[in-house]
């Protein structure tokens, strides 16, 4: 008798196994009973945005990820325009941030990026105008980048080049950013880039911050929020992270109060127009004056520009530098490009341009757009639907699903960008009339799309023309022989994993 249930067993056994073997001969990822397609997922994780890329494109460009039972690891990966269009834009209102995002995103606390419906539309009635059209605060910024710019990134890089040492350019942009960020939303300075590149332990505790918040992505909720409760691993790195941004953020914020009530708020700010102090001093009555009677709401807010800017411009940047090093007759390009545009004679002082003056800087616009075609500083973009829904390919999405829009998959489309598209070329944005070419909106969304693009959109063409323009104009980049550069997957931006390691020459 035993042995007949032993058999029985055995063959129910080999009869499922058969049925999952035939049901995955040809396909390139196997479902498993109980884990899904996560071993699959696992074994490329080292390659995962070219793993998605390749599921989108066998897919018809959405595919369905199935992940272990009873966990929240199921969702969807989409590449194709129509879709792209669909849900930034024609159904956004079905696609948010959902309340799984905000659990893993918690930092982010009651923030523009991780919030929905009315929370979020008020917050962006609110940052939207203000961002896009105060002349005190864009007059802050411009002064801001300026001074960075001729006060830390030129004298940084003559260090540089009088040491003759290489030099990581990935670790000096990141510098960059993160002072100029700081500058622009807390009003302060903490100086990471200057000539002893110092080791800081709040860029150390931000950086900390999103290691762990990506690990909660990628393992079961119940693991991470075990590992939080009993203060373990990832979890406890988090915790000890949080305290020193909080500590470094509300202390700007009280100090801030405190010069503010010194000096009287009758006083001039025309000098110091950072993000708390126009929420600090605005006039009674208005939204901005409300929330910015709240620290737990300033805090928030800060914590969601320096994250959402810290990481952005330096990489586009570093995978530019990259690509013009290894395409010199791009190089060459951008050089005529600014020697047309240029005053002459002002070797080694800082070039500065209004937003006028910068559009004439087409083939330099075109080399950056192609290079965040290749290397998109967000390579996916989370959305959850809030009902169901059928996407315009097709596809059938179930309510509270989670979706990731492939900005890596969608530049490597053969379908978007022809035979070519895996070649870096800045002339496919050049039209024949010599302007940048008219392209669908739904085919390049590094900045997203409709009503939630980017707040820094703008903001960071200017960084990263005026910093291209800087470096380039003054000084030639050389990689490092047999230095390895290659993408990393291991932060929420596309930073490379070993860094870009440069030597830095005046140029001749
Ligand atoms: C190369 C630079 C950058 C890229 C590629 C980029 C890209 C993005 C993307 C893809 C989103 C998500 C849009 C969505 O949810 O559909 C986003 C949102 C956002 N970005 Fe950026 N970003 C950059 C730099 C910046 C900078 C410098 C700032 C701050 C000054 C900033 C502020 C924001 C904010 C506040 C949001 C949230 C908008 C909302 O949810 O309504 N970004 N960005």
């Not at 994780?45 to 890329?53: E, H, K, P, S, Y």
């Not at 710019?149 to 260090?159: K, T």
């Not at 590992?227 to 700007?252: A, P, R």
């Not at 944005?429 to 969304?445: D, H, L, N």
Request: overall charge neutral.
């Amino acid at each position: 008798m035993a042995v007949d249930i032993l058999v029985t067993l055995v063959l129910i056994v080999l009869y499922l196994f058969l049925g999952i073997w035939y049901r995955n001969r040809n396909s390139k990822v196997k479902v498993w009973p109980v884990v899904g397609m996560l071993p699959t997922l696992v074994s490329n994780v080292d390659q995962i945005f070219d793993f998605l890329t390749d599921m989108v494109t066998l897919n018809g460009g959405t595919f369905k990820f199935q992940g272990p039972w009873f966990s929240s690891l199921n969702f969807v990966v989409t590449a194709h325009p129509i879709n792209i269009n669909h849900i930034l834009c024609r159904n956004h209102e079905n696609y948010g941030k959902g309340q799984e995002f905000r659990e893993i995103f918690e930092p982010f606390g009651e923030g523009l990026v991780t919030s929905d419906s009315h929370v979020w539309k008020r917050l962006r009635k609110v940052l939207q105008p203000f961002t896009k059209n105060n002349k005190k605060y864009a007059a802050y910024l411009d002064r801001i980048l300026r001074k960075m710019v001729e006060g830390s990134l030129i004298p940084v890089l003559q260090h540089v080049v009088r040491l003759g040492t290489e030099v990581d350019l990935e670790d000096l942009l990141h510098r960059f950013d993160y002072d100029y960020i700081c500058l622009l939303t807390l009003g302060c300075n903490p100086k990471t880039l200057s000539v002893e590149f110092p080791v800081s332990g709040t860029l150390k505790a931000f950086e900390g911050v999103e290691e762990a918040l990506l690990y909660r992505n990628f393992v079961p909720k119940m693991v991470w929020r075990l590992q939080k409760w009993i203060q373990i691993g990832e979890e406890k790195k988090l915790s000890k992270g949080l305290k020193t941004v909080d500590d470094f953020m509300y202390g700007c914020i009280s100090s801030r109060r405190k010069e503010l009530r010194r000096s009287g708020l009758e006083a001039e700010f025309d000098d110091q127009y950072d993000l708390l102090t126009a929420f600090m001093v605005e006039e009674e009555g208005s939204d901005m004056s409300e929330l910015g009677k709240s620290d737990k709401f300033l805090r928030d807010t800060a914590y969601n520009f320096i994250t959402a800017g810290m990481d952005s411009t330096n990489v586009n940047l570093t995978w530019f530098f990259w690509l013009i090093a290894t395409h010199p007759w791009v190089e060459n390009k951008i050089m005529e490009e600014m020697k047309a545009n240029c005053p002459e004679s002002i070797d080694g002082k800082m070039l500065y341009f209004g937003g006028e003056e910068l559009n004439k800087f087409v083939y330099l616009h075109a080399a950056l757009c192609e290079t965040m075609r290749l290397y998109p500083t967000v390579p996916l973009n989370n959305k959850t639907s809030v009902e169901a829904d059928v996407l315009p390919n097709g596809g059938h999405i179930g309510p509270n699903t989670r979706i990731f829009i492939s900005m890596y998959s969608m530049g490597r489309s053969e379908e978007i960008w022809g035979e070519d598209c895996l070649e870096f070329k800045p002339e496919r944005w050049i039209s024949k009339v010599g302007k940048i070419a008219y392209r669908p909106t739904s085919t390049f969304v590094p900045f997203g799309a409709g009503p939630r693009v980017c707040l820094g959109k703008d903001l960071c063409f200017k960084m990263m023309k005026i910093v291209a323009i800087n470096v380039l104009w003054n000084y030639q980049v050389e990689l490092v022989e047999n230095h390895n550069v290659v993408m990393s997957s291991k932060a929420i931006a596309l930073h490379t994993e070993h860094g870009l390691k440069v030597r830095i020459k005046k140029r001749q």
